[in-house]
């Protein structure tokens, strides 16, 4: 790890308090050539309310990931994610992870791992640097 992926995990760190879910925030960028090309947090999709929860504190089933975020964020404005550093909070699910390897993304950077590592597994698997950083 170097200077760089501390800052930038500390700046998806700071993009994931953007985040309305109540249960746990979550931020995402994704940088290529030293270049942040795409960012994201996660939440509902645009034009739903901004409440990621139900009134039994469940996230509801068509609340984005960050990563899922940035990733259609990016592939929106036309650039590529060939290549690119993904920078995460959290380690990504298995639906995140096959968008990653999809996505071009060679190397992701989480801070928190999640209970389930199947996500991390097929990363690996897929030939995807996966590195975890402590803040």
Not at 7 to 22: F, H
Request: net charge neutral; glycine share 8%; charged share 25%.
């Amino acid at each position: 790890m170097d200077k760089y992926d501390k800052s930038y995990m500390e700046m998806a760190s700071v993009w994931a308090r953007n985040s309305y879910c109540k249960r746990l925030q979550v931020g995402a960028l994704i940088v290529r050539d030293k270049m942040i090309i795409s960012d994201g947090y996660n939440g509902t999709p645009s034009g739903f309310e901004n409440i990621c929860e139900d009134e039994n504190g469940v996230t509801k089933p068509y609340v984005l990931h960050a990563e899922a975020n940035a990733i259609t964020k990016v592939a929106k404005s036309g650039n590529s994610s060939e290549g690119s550093t993904l920078y995460v909070t959290a380690s990504p699910c298995l639906e995140c992870s096959k968008l990653i390897i999809q996505s071009g993304i060679r190397r992701v950077v989480f801070r928190d791992a999640y209970r389930l590592t199947d996500g991390i597994d097929l990363l690996r698997r897929a030939g995807i640097e996966v590195e975890q950083v402590e803040q």
